[in-house]
């Protein structure tokens, strides 16, 4: 009967998370201004080299919480499913759950934008002025919205949202199961949630303004901006100038 009464408990809990998602999320309108084509020629390149910037960072980011979240989703469910206890049950299989909206917000709710740095837009057709306004229309939407993701990560309605599904699931877990593993799980999980909203790449926010700029006919005054690279076997720190 426990187990049964706590089922419905973690359905209700999917739905609650998929619906705070789908509302929490919307990208900026974006359309590119009126500019000669020599200016949105410098505009495409000035956006593709600093997508081309995070690049690694985010694909590492992006590769890194996959097999957390994933792997998780599945370790816990299988745990879940040995477990010996009614509350161990409980325990993992929330947890799992939780795990599992981390990969749904990965790919389904809210994809990282700039996945793949300026390559998608290197892809899109620019053999005509209309057809490379279209392609600046575009770069500047990803440039926007890995802008507006950014400053998310800092914004109420994410930690919000994260201490109210890990409190949720903490409290499945000890209503249900036991107490202590409830209190770890969802003190765990809100930790979690941000180090998963911390760890993505950061200066983007930056980026956008200094393309504001550069589209007001401003300068744009060099800075140094920090990325997470790939060295051997390990990770390295690295700036550009």
């Not at 994410?158 to 699931?169: R, T």
């Amino acid at each position: 009967m426990k187990w049964r009464r706590a089922n419905k408990w973690l359905q209700w809990l999917i739905c609650w998370t998929v619906g705070w998602l789908i509302l929490g999320t919307g990208g900026l309108p974006v359309v590119a201004q009126d500019a000669s084509d020599a200016e949105v020629k410098r505009r495409l390149t000035f956006i593709e080299e600093r997508l081309d910037g995070h690049q690694q960072h985010t694909e590492i980011w992006h590769g890194a919480w996959t097999v957390i979240n994933g792997g998780a989703t599945v370790g816990l469910a299988i745990s879940a499913g040995l477990a010996s206890s009614g509350d161990d049950r409980i325990n993992f299989a929330t947890q799992s759950v939780v795990a599992l909206i981390g990969v749904g917000d990965q790919y389904l709710f809210r994809p990282i934008p700039g996945l793949g740095g300026a390559q998608p837009i290197r892809t899109i057709p620019d053999t005509t002025p209309e057809e490379r306004r279209e392609k600046l229309a575009k770069a500047e939407a990803i440039l926007r919205a890995s802008a507006a993701r950014e400053a998310e990560r800092t914004g109420w309605i994410y930690h919000a949202g994260n201490a109210a599904l890990n409190g949720l699931a903490g409290t499945v877990i000890g209503v249900f199961g036991d107490t202590k593993d409830g209190i770890i799980a969802g003190a765990a999980g809100f930790f979690g949630g941000i180090a998963y909203a911390f760890s993505e790449p950061w200066g983007r926010q930056k980026d956008l303004r200094d393309y504001e700029r550069l589209a007001a006919g401003l300068s744009v005054a060099k800075s140094i901006r920090w990325s997470v690279a790939s060295s051997g076997g390990g990770l390295m720190l690295r700036y550009h100038f």
